[in-house]
T-cell receptor, first 115, second 118 residues
Framework: DAGITQSPRHKVTETGTPVTLRCHQT?????MYWYRQDPGHGLRLIHY???????DKGEVSDGYSVSRSKTEDFLLTLESATSSQTSVYFC??????????????FGPGTRLTVL | AQKVTQAQTEISVVEKEDVTLDCVYE???????LFWYKQPPSGELVFLIR????DEQNEISGRYSWNFQKSTSSFNFTITASQVVDSAVYFC???????????????WGAGTKLIIKP
């Protein structure tokens, strides 16, 4: 258990509305990630954070923004949701092993449907 | 560019059969890490194994074993004597360092859906 929670777990919204997903961790990890999972694509990185107020774009960042004002919380915002953003969203933290290798551990996911 | 290919979209076997899931990767990095994750029907992502590029020793964990071959850029996963509880989607992933050199971003394969029939 990596101590990661995501909220909400399920959300249905309408096209054009703003949506914010929250990821909360309890272990004070520096790196946090947001991925989306779609059939046939595996997971694709949206944004990641390497510290408070330090974020960077991933592979599929268009239409998404993130914020990290506290170590424990990483927020993903869809400013104006579109149907193409219907997906399952996973948050992850990166836990470093004694060898310095990072392994990512995932939250339970949020299923977002945009009508 | 880094890439992970899991050519088997879906595999179906009868319980107790052995099954191998293939993973082929591409990278120009000399230092990299390979991972396998399991996603059962309940949806969570479960870390199974991490292997670094300098360690080609095969690994066995109970009924699970992994075969890493740099010569063929493959990191295959075998389940021996499969059980219904092994039914899941299995993902292979490759990590690379970001521009700061201190973090590893994951490149994911599309996953293989494994169905174990009783």
């Amino acid at each position: 258990d990596a101590g990661i929670t995501q909220s909400p777990r399920h959300k249905v919204t309408e096209t054009g509305t703003p949506v914010t997903l929250r990821c909360h961790q309890t272990e004070n990890h520096r790196y946090m990630y947001w991925y989306r999972q779609d059939p046939g694509h595996g997971l694709r990185l949206i944004h990641y954070s390497y510290g408070v107020k330090d974020t960077d774009k991933g592979e599929v960042s268009d239409g998404y923004s993130v914020s990290r004002s506290k170590t424990e919380d990483f927020l993903l915002t869809l400013e104006s949701a579109t149907s193409s953003q219907t997906s399952v969203y996973f948050c992850a933290i990166s836990r470093q092993s004694p060898l310095g290798t990072d392994t990512q551990y995932f939250g339970p996911g949020t299923r977002l449907t945009v009508l | 560019a880094q890439k992970v290919t899991q050519a088997q979209t879906e595999i179906s076997v009868v319980e107790k059969e052995d099954v191998t899931l293939d993973c082929v990767y591409e990278t120009r990095d000399t230092t990299y890490y390979l991972f396998w994750y399991k996603q059962p029907p309940s949806g969570e992502l479960v870390f199974l194994i991490r292997r670094n590029s300098f360690d080609e020793q095969n690994e066995i964990s109970g009924r699970y074993s992994w075969n890493f071959q740099k010569s063929t850029s493959s990191f295959n996963f075998t389940i021996t004597a499969s059980q219904v509880v092994d039914s899941a989607v299995y993902f292979c992933a490759l990590s690379e360092a970001d521009t700061q050199g201190s973090n590893y971003q994951l490149i994911w394969g599309a996953g293989t859906k494994l169905i174990i029939k009783p």
